[in-house]
């Protein structure tokens, strides 16, 4: 059952009433369920326990330091894409020895922050980039543990924005290229070659993809193996989809079957990077109408909330559930437009949706937004972070402030040259 549920006609994020969190702290605000993050993660836990598989929470879904305390508190690992991803998992009290470090353009400043740490690994996506973790790691006289993600040319069949894992893609390496980069890897001394890493995209809502990559990579191991060459561990990283619009997506439990028989048999370590599929649906963005608009040929009902805040409809076309905070059950529906403040017409949440009656000063919730919402919102139109709401049963607590104007302004600097004395006209001649 969703941690979002409507109780006595209100929309309830486990027992805590999402208008009262509204009346406390304004609009918008993200709110994410503890408990929803709890089972998710233990779905994982329970379905890779047999694999021994170690869970790395992407925290590129949601990095909030409190989200992210929920899974250290778990036993969850984490992978992180930054330094920042790698500052904010040690600070929720992941250890390092649980942390996976990976991204296509890692930084030397990055590489050597991760090893100062101790991180568990490093995946690796180019041949480049292995030579510049083993000069810092030989710098530090320190051995780098690394893995190489491969580029396993499969087809996630997923939105074109969010597909990894073909050639077209920009992410691992050539899938060809692996044996010989591997054996090189394997000879440098600075190095402890952990083994490899895939990731073919997110939001996968179909297995099919999963085992044909899963199954290039178990014969590129089994090759490697053969040559006699050390590979402990395969991270097949994350991607699982969630429920946007009405899918269904596989559940852990097939997933892990999958897995098991696609690598079971190798007796490598397995490494899991899941982000939105732990996050996603254990959080909604809560917005206020500000105006109904009958316009020539559409009716739009504005929002607070914008793209600014939750990009994804902007961004992939995505779709997100839009609940009314009170129920209106065998309400009459009408169809409208909910779209932002922010100028640009793609500022629009939901085209044509038919939706219970709605008027200024409605409170509705789009659904799904744990993942890859507040993360990705920017200050576009020079509006506000909006704050971030951990629910845990009946008690909530802000986690993230909403961001103020004193806060904006003071992030830039006019230059002295520029400077002027607000009273002084004739500086503006
Ligand atoms: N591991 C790696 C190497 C990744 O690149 C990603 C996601 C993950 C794990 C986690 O994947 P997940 O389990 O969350 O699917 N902003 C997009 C999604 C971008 C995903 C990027 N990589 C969206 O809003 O749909």
Not at 245 to 263: F, I
Not at 267 to 293: D, H, M, N, Q, W
């Amino acid at each position: 059952m969703s941690a979002f549920a409507y109780r006595h006609g209100a929309l309830h994020g486990e027992t805590v009433d999402l208008a009262a969190i509204a009346a406390a702290i304004g609009t918008p605000f993200y709110a994410y369920s503890a408990n929803a993050i709890r089972a998710a993660y233990r779905a994982y836990a329970a379905a890779f326990a047999p694999l021994g598989a170690e869970i790395c929470y992407a925290l590129k879904a949601n990095d909030n330091l409190a989200v992210v305390a929920v899974l250290a508190r778990e036993g969850s690992g984490a992978d992180v894409v930054s330094e920042g991803e790698l500052r904010r998992a040690l600070a929720a009290g992941i250890p390092a020895r649980r942390i996976v470090f990976s991204g296509v353009g890692k930084t030397e400043s990055e590489i050597a922050f991760a090893l100062d740490c101790a991180v568990a690994q490093i995946n690796v996506e180019s041949a480049p980039e292995l030579d510049a973790v083993a000069r810092i790691a030989r710098a530090k006289a320190k051995r780098a543990p690394v893995a190489l993600r491969v580029n396993p040319d499969i087809d996630a069949g997923t939105h074109a924005k969010i597909t990894t894992g073909t050639a077209e893609n920009k992410f691992g390496i050539a899938f060809e290229d692996a044996p010989a980069l591997y054996r090189r890897a394997a000879a440098m001394p600075e190095l402890a070659l952990k083994g490899l890493a895939v990731h073919i995209g997110s939001q996968l809502v179909d297995l099919a993809p999963y085992r044909a990559a899963f199954g290039r990579l178990a014969a590129l191991a089994r090759a490697i193996l053969a040559e006699g060459l050390a590979l402990e561990r395969l991270d097949l990283g994350g991607g699982l989809g969630i429920r946007y619009a009405g899918e269904t997506p596989p559940t852990v439990a097939s997933y892990a079957r999958l897995v098991a028989e696609c690598v079971g048999s190798l007796g490598c370590a397995l490494t899991l990077e899941p982000g939105r599929s732990i996050v996603g649906e254990a959080g909604v963005l809560v917005g206020r109408v500000l105006y109904v608009k009958d316009g020539a040929t559409r009716r739009f009902v504005i929002v607070d909330a914008a793209m600014n805040d939750l990009i994804r409809p902007a961004l992939y076309d995505a779709h997100h559930d839009i609940l009314p905070l009170r129920e209106a059950p065998g309400a009459a529906r009408a169809r409208a437009d909910i779209v932002g403040p922010v100028c640009e017409s793609s500022d629009t949440f939901a085209r044509a949706r038919d939706l219970p009656p709605l008027e200024a000063g409605d409170l509705l919730a789009f659904a799904s937004a744990g993942a890859y919402g507040a993360v990705m919102a920017s200050t576009y139109n020079s509006r506000l972070l909006v704050p971030e709401v951990l629910i845990d049963g009946d008690r909530f607590a802000l986690v993230r402030p909403r961001m103020t104007y004193a806060e904006m302004l003071a992030r830039d600097r006019i230059p002295d040259w520029l400077a002027v004395d607000p009273g002084d006209d004739s500086a503006r001649a």
